[in-house]
């Protein structure tokens, strides 16, 4: 029998050779990109919503203030984003054997729950506002409405040419996003008061805002939690993957599958895989790394091959986690009825 123990120390060596250097160097390239067009973003806004604030008050309009509240956010997530792909950049030291990739899932789940108490404050704000509406000075809500269009659709554009498979640059760009579309809204609000005197539709714009800020935090939210959880990719379904490996040719069998993310776009996998005797576990190895690589982007495996011998079959893992995956054929000659069902 093969020793597990083996493959799995030639296939660290080997990816850790092969993948190492390749990866890193794209990365740092695309993190050095990301934190040019994330700072120019920065600069933008945080610029204008100085001027928000003022105008705001003067205006009296809750649209407004909204707004820029909404872009101390803004700046906020790009700030962290900017902080969590400087931390992510540094190499894997003592206990964090991934380094600190996941500085960025942290940033993109605060970002996330940041929207969603932002939303739920300003519903509260626009539906007091509803009930007991201020004067709202159009005028100055239009210009400025129509001025923060263009300043977001610009840091929009910046944040649109970044790596926005990374959670943490996504995080950033639905806070700009959404603050865009707040723009549109209360540059609308504004020119329904300047023309109706209707004051409530600035507090109608804000319930919209509010309403783009709850979606995108819930899904910021969503996300975030599945890496953390460790979740498979949504592109990976675990229980196809594991029928997929043991359709290769010699697989007898397939447990202890895990897929996860280490961080978002950097998806790996490990697995036990059990090989008919007679056979190469170590070409039907790279056989499968090949699966894994080609079929589902799983460049970072680690799996333990060993020989499916009739003795020590169930003894295998009696504490696997998840799904036992057999071959067809090997199911239907030789069923195992007192193996361990997982």
Not at 89 to 110: D, M, N, W
Not at 283 to 295: F, G, K, S, T, Y
């Amino acid at each position: 029998m093969s020793t597990g123990h083996g493959h799995e120390q030639d296939h660290g060596q080997d990816h850790g050779q092969g993948n190492g250097h390749g990866h890193g160097h794209g990365h740092a390239v695309s993190a050095a990109a990301d934190k040019k067009l994330l700072g120019g973003a920065l600069a933008l806004i945080v610029g204008f919503m100085v001027a928000e604030v003022i105008v705001g008050l003067a205006a009296g309009s809750l649209a407004l203030v909204t707004d820029a509240a909404h872009m101390l956010t803004d700046a906020i997530a790009l700030a962290l984003a900017l902080l969590a792909i400087r931390l992510a950049a540094r190499p894997p030291a003592g206990g964090f054997t991934y380094g600190f990739k996941r500085v960025e899932i942290l940033s993109a789940q605060a970002n996330g729950i940041t929207l969603l108490l932002l939303a739920a404050y300003f519903v509260y704000e626009a539906v007091n506002r509803m009930i007991h509406p201020p004067e709202v000075k159009g005028a100055l809500v239009l210009i400025t409405g129509v001025v923060g269009i263009a300043v977001n659709l610009l840091a929009t554009w910046l944040i649109s040419k970044a790596n926005r498979s990374s959670l943490n640059v996504e995080g950033a760009f639905q806070h700009i996003l959404n603050d865009l579309f707040a723009f549109i809204a209360t540059a609308i609000a504004g020119l329904v008061v300047l023309l109706t005197g209707f004051a409530r539709a600035d507090a109608i714009a804000a319930l919209v805002v509010a309403v783009l800020m709850l979606k995108a935090g819930i899904g910021l939210v969503r996300d975030s939690g599945r890496i953390f959880l460790e979740a498979a990719p949504n592109a990976i379904d675990p229980q196809a993957l594991g029928a997929e490996l043991c359709a290769i040719e010699g697989v007898v069998e397939v447990h202890d599958l895990h897929v996860w993310e280490i961080t978002s776009g950097e998806p790996a996998a490990s697995a036990h895989i059990m090989v008919a005797e007679g056979l190469d576990c170590h070409q039907i190895r790279i056989q499968i790394e090949q699966v894994l690589a080609e079929r589902h982007h799983l460049t970072h495996s680690t799996l333990q091959v060993d020989h499916a011998t009739a003795d020590d079959r169930s003894a295998h893992c009696s504490d696997s986690h998840g799904a036992v995956h057999r071959s067809i054929t090997t199911a239907a000659q030789a069923p195992d009825p007192a193996s361990p069902a997982h």
